[in-house]
């Protein structure tokens, strides 16, 4: 952990429940170990009747402080309703 | 649709030959410490680090964002990318024919302040960050949707920032 980021997929999903009301969380360590590389599945009532623009907003606020300290981040942000479609249509 | 072969390879030509300028239009602009050459090692920023955006820094950044009607900052240049992320901007906007006369590169490799300074500027956390007409689209992955839904090419051709069909067949005339 020393000489790594210190951020961990963990942290991430619990920072994005308590914060952004996240209902459903995937976060995926990409970076093969120095927690450098996140790609997140987000899914929150929140994020209803925003654009792409503001729910992505909406997440790096609440994710500030990890997010300054990765160097690659992909979330993806769904709707309770968009999650369910996305699951049965795929 | 238009051909997305021809597109692409009418934007990596053009861009070929037009990527140094922005580049070097930038460093001029960009501030007094704008180096031509890159940094050998990727230097690495703490938290702790960022610092508020000066107003100086401010105005530089808007005044790098009307460049041109399309706007990127990225790691590397539209030649020789320095990131995954920033490659697959460029590539979008290739793809989608982005005019290489209304688009401009930002290196933010090359100065510090504009790395740190675009991302408080934009309140974007992360780069690449695509401005068209001084606003903030979003970075690779929005990018990414956007061109997979089809709004990105709308959009770009609503802005009127496209290669235009006649001029990308013939060589290029005078424009008006």
Same mark, same amino acid.
Request: glycine share 8%.
């Given at each position: 952990?020393?000489?790594?980021?210190?951020?961990?997929?963990?942290?991430?999903?619990?920072?994005?429940?308590?914060?952004?009301?996240?209902?459903?969380?995937?976060?995926?360590?990409?970076?093969?170990?120095?927690? $450098?590389?996140? $790609?997140?599945?987000?899914?929150?009532?929140?994020?209803?009747?925003?654009?792409?623009?503001?729910?992505?907003?909406?997440?790096?606020?609440?994710?500030?402080?990890?997010?300054?300290?990765?160097?690659?981040?992909?979330?993806?942000?769904?709707?309770?309703?968009?999650?369910?479609?996305?699951?049965?249509?795929? | 649709? +238009?051909?997305?072969?021809?597109?692409?390879?009418? %934007?990596?030509?053009?861009?070929?030959?037009?990527?140094?300028?922005?580049?070097?239009?930038?460093?001029?602009?960009?501030?007094?410490?704008?180096?031509?050459?890159?940094?050998?090692? %990727?230097?690495?920023?703490?938290?702790?680090?960022?610092?508020?955006?000066?107003?100086?820094?401010?105005?530089? /950044?808007?005044?790098?964002?009307?460049?041109?009607?399309?706007? +990127?900052?990225? =790691?590397?240049?539209?030649?020789?990318?320095?990131?995954? %992320?920033?490659?697959?901007?460029?590539? /979008? +906007?290739?793809?989608?024919?982005?005019?290489?006369?209304? %688009?401009?590169?930002?290196?933010?490799?090359?100065?510090?302040?504009?790395?740190?300074? /675009?991302?408080?500027?934009?309140?974007?956390?992360? /780069?690449?960050?695509?401005?068209?007409? =001084?606003?903030?689209?979003?970075?690779?992955?929005?990018?990414?949707?956007?061109?997979?839904?089809?709004?990105?090419?709308?959009?770009?051709?609503? =802005?009127?920032?496209?290669?235009?069909?006649?001029?990308?067949?013939?060589?290029?005339?005078?424009?008006?």
């Amino acid at each position: 952990m020393a000489e790594s980021s210190g951020i961990t997929a963990e942290g991430i999903g619990a920072a994005l429940k308590e914060k952004v009301g996240a209902t459903h969380v995937e976060v995926e360590d990409l970076s093969g170990g120095c927690g $450098q590389m996140f $790609q997140a599945v987000i899914v929150s009532p929140q994020f209803d009747k925003k654009t792409t623009l503001a729910r992505h907003r909406l997440v790096n606020g609440a994710l500030k402080d990890e997010i300054a300290a990765i160097h690659a981040w992909t979330p993806k942000c769904y709707t309770p309703e968009q999650w369910e479609n996305q699951r049965k249509g795929g | 649709m +238009l051909s997305r072969t021809a597109l692409t390879s009418a %934007f990596r030509q053009s861009s070929r030959h037009i990527s140094p300028r922005p580049v070097v239009t930038s460093a001029a602009a960009w501030s007094p410490s704008a180096r031509s050459q890159q940094p050998a090692t %990727f230097r690495i920023q703490s938290p702790q680090q960022l610092r508020f955006l000066s107003e100086a820094t401010r105005s530089a /950044i808007e005044k790098a964002v009307g460049t041109k009607p399309v706007v +990127l900052f990225m =790691k590397g240049t539209p030649d020789t990318p320095q990131c995954g %992320f920033s490659k697959a901007s460029v590539q /979008i +906007l290739g793809i989608n024919g982005v005019d290489p006369d209304k %688009f401009a590169a930002f290196n933010v490799l090359e100065d510090d302040e504009l790395r740190q300074g /675009i991302k408080e500027f934009s309140e974007w956390p992360t /780069i690449p960050q695509l401005y068209v007409d =001084k606003e903030f689209v979003g970075g690779c992955d929005i990018l990414m949707s956007m061109h997979q839904d089809g709004t990105l090419a709308k959009m770009l051709e609503e =802005k009127g920032v496209l290669v235009p069909v006649a001029e990308e067949e013939t060589q290029k005339g005078d424009r008006s």
